[in-house]
C-alpha cells in the first residue's frame, strides 16, 4: 500500500510539473513510512492539486506588494494537516565510526 500511494502522488507531480508540486510530493514520499500514512495520501478526496491550491491560496492571501512568503516548514505542516498526518517521519540514526573499528 506505500509504494501504491508513492506512486499515486509522484503521477500527481508528474501531471502538474510545478516546483511547488515537486516539493510536496517529496515531503510526502518522506513521510510515507506506514500503512495508515499511505491509506491518507490515498484517500479519494486528497489530492496534490487541493493542497497546492490551498498553499497558493494562503500566498496570495499574505501577498505585499510584489511578493508572499511562506517558511518551508509552514508548508509542510499546511501538507500534513491537509492530509491528516500526525505521525513523524522515522528519525535516522547516524554510524558511530568507532563502532566500526
Known amino acids: ?7 499515486k502522488i509522484t503521477d500527481e507531480m508528474m501531471k502538474m510539473d ?13 513521510m510515507c513510512t506506514t500503512q495508515s500514512i499511505a491509506e491518507k495520501l490515498l484517500d479519494p478526496g486528497k489530492t496534490l492539486e487541493g493542497i497546492h491550491r490551498k498553499i497558493w491560496d494562503e500566498a496570495r492571501r499574505r501577498k505585499k506588494k510584489q511578493g508572499a512568503f511562506i517558511p518551508d516548514q509552514e508548508i509542510y505542516d499546511m501538507i500534513d494537516e491537509y492530509y491528516g498526518i500526525s505521525e513523524a517521519p522515522p528519525k535516522t540514526e547516524g554510524i558511530n565510526v568507532l563502532d566500526l573499528l
Open 18 to 30: 510545478d516546483p511547488l508540486a515537486q516539493m510536496i510530493e517529496e515531503h510526502l514520499t518522506k
Open 1 to 7: 500500500m506505500i509504494n501504491k500511494a508513492i506512486a
